[in-house]
């Protein structure tokens, strides 16, 4: 069996895969601390031999390769180090590509076609963009939810810290339903008019794929997603051992 680490900002995922199956998914926070008491309890459960890891947080990363290092008879494979996702990437600067958005963007285009648009709701909002010739194009970065929800917070004097959570109105009668129709409406507009520029620019016929944390709350308030897939990163990493 195949895991597989997608380590992010806010949290980290881990998917067990047998095959092409993702027979268990995991999630624990990136700053927790428990990492190694957690992947004991994975290996424990699963009979693990291979590993592999996206990363965007560098101290981190060395954290969960030396804890892999217990548990398996081989090196885990390290994207970014020596391994790089297979496809044409066409960013000015390469290198400033976040490698799990180079997942999400090879992913989408092996499980449902290309061109494409990964919208991906974590820590931050991005938009990958990939071309009908399944070129890496490019994207937009913006700042999540939760994220935007601080900084009202913190940058302002009336506002207060509210927890993220479906509004309950459309137009808010008071300050916390204002902030939540403010962020989720406003974000879920942004999402369909900016998927809709992008179409204009690389086909209509563009799937459009959800992914990310905050992926379940904003679907709902948005229209222009072909798919929700929350283990694409996972699935992504599963398909790049694979080759």
């Known amino acids: 069996m195949l895991l597989t680490i997608d380590v992010g900002n806010t949290t980290i995922a881990l998917g067990v895969f047998d095959g092409n199956k993702l027979k268990k998914r995991y999630s624990i926070p990136t700053n927790s ?20 890891v996206s990363s965007v947080v560098p101290k981190a990363a060395k954290t969960i390769e030396k804890g892999l290092g217990r548990f398996l008879k ?8 020596g391994v790089k996702v297979p496809i044409k990437n066409l960013y000015r600067f390469p290198k400033q590509v976040g490698q ?6 090879f992913a989408a285009v092996n499980l449902y076609g290309a061109p494409a648009i990964v919208v991906d709701f974590g ?20 700042p999540g939810l939760r994220i935007s929800f601080e900084a009202l917070n913190e940058r302002t004097a009336l ?7 479906r509004p309950k109105e459309f137009i808010g009668k008071d300050t916390k339903s204002s902030m939540l129709s403010g962020i989720v409406y406003g974000f879920s507009a942004l999402t369909d008019d900016l998927t809709e520029r992008i179409k204009k620019k690389i086909g209509k016929t563009a799937r459009v794929i959800g992914t990310g944390g905050n992926i379940d709350l904003i679907n709902s308030y948005c229209s222009n997603f072909d798919a929700i897939d929350k283990d694409l990163t996972l699935k992504g990493l599963n398909l790049i051992y694979h080759l």
């Open 159 to 165: 506002l207060p810290k509210i927890q993220l959570e």
């Open 74 to 81: 081989k090196p885990a494979l390290i994207l970014g180090r």
């Open 33 to 52: 601390g428990k990492f190694n008491y957690f992947l004991k309890k994975i290996f424990k459960s699963h009979r693990i031999n291979e590993a592999i």
């Open 100 to 105: 799990d958005r180079l997942v999400n963007a």
């Open 123 to 142: 820590t931050a909002i991005t938009f990958d963009v990939i071309s009908r010739k399944e070129e890496y194009l490019g994207g937009m970065i913006l």
